[in-house]
T-cell receptor
Framework: NAGVTQTPKFQVLKTGQSMTLQCAQDMNHNSMYWYRQDPGMGLRLIYYSASEGTTDKGEVPNGYNVSRLNKREFSLRLESAAPSQTSVYFC?????????????FGEGSRLTVL | KNEVEQSPQNLTAQEGEFITINCSYSVGISALHWLQQHPGGGIVSLFMLSSGKKKHGRLIATINIQEKHSSLHITASHPRDSAVYICAVRGSARQLTFGSGTQLTVLP
């Protein structure tokens, strides 16, 4: 049982490049989330998906797009990376709504934009 | 927006000491989470509580809804407890609001 798996773990981009962070969970959870973590700040929600086929903006969605490909997978895309998007990104999932139930996190993806 | 403040930001303790980490929030909530972030970066959920107290092994979490305050206690601390501890609250909005974390270092 792998839980929540994120790839890649590390990535360096140049400004303007694009990339996709992949996330998959094997716990049959309905809800999935993408957060970013910056030094001195709490985790901030970028986008979430309450169920397959639906996505909603979180607190800091600008510069990102998401796709809920199926119940297992939720990807985060940076179309034109900017230095302000240098951060550690976490995918998470839970079985019920965002604010109910235990959250399960991936190991994180460290992104540097030069 | 709910503001979540954790204290202290950094805490160093000797092995065996009793540790308390505090979390205060600004508006009413229906639940509060305590999370642990390992030195390698992974995050695990420790507790979710809406009232009273929960205990798991050497960890105890309490919440006082009226005072808008929660504490996480670690008894008989051990170097393997060294991690960042994060408080998150669920308010009237759908989203969780996270504190910035408390870095705990337990020295042998």
């Amino acid at each position: 049982n792998a839980g929540v798996t994120q790839t890649p773990k590390f990535q360096v981009l140049k400004t303007g490049q694009s990339m996709t962070l992949q996330c998959a969970q094997d716990m049959n959870h309905n809800s999935m989330y993408w957060y970013r973590q910056d030094p001195g700040m709490g985790l901030r929600l970028i986008y979430y998906s309450a169920s397959e086929g639906t996505t909603d903006k979180g607190e800091v969605p600008n510069g990102y797009n998401v796709s809920r490909l199926n119940k297992r997978e939720f990807s985060l895309r940076l179309e034109s990376a900017a230095p302000s998007q240098t951060s550690v990104y976490f995918c998470a999932s839970n079985s019920r709504g965002h604010t109910t139930g235990e959250l399960f996190f991936g190991e994180g993806s460290r992104l540097t934009v030069l | 927006k709910n503001e979540v403040e954790q204290s202290p930001q950094n805490l160093t303790a000797q092995e065996g000491e009793f540790i308390t980490i505090n979390c205060s929030y600004s508006v009413g909530i229906s639940a509060l989470h305590w999370l642990q972030q390992h030195p390698g970066g992974g995050i695990v959920s420790l507790f979710m509580l809406s009232s009273g107290k929960k205990k798991h092994g050497r960890l105890i979490a309490t919440i006082n809804i009226q005072e808008k305050h929660s504490s996480l206690h670690i008894t008989a601390s051990h170097p393997r407890d060294s991690a960042v501890y994060i408080c998150a609250v669920r308010g009237s909005a759908r989203q969780l609001t996270f504190g910035s974390g408390t870095q705990l270092t337990v020295l042998p």
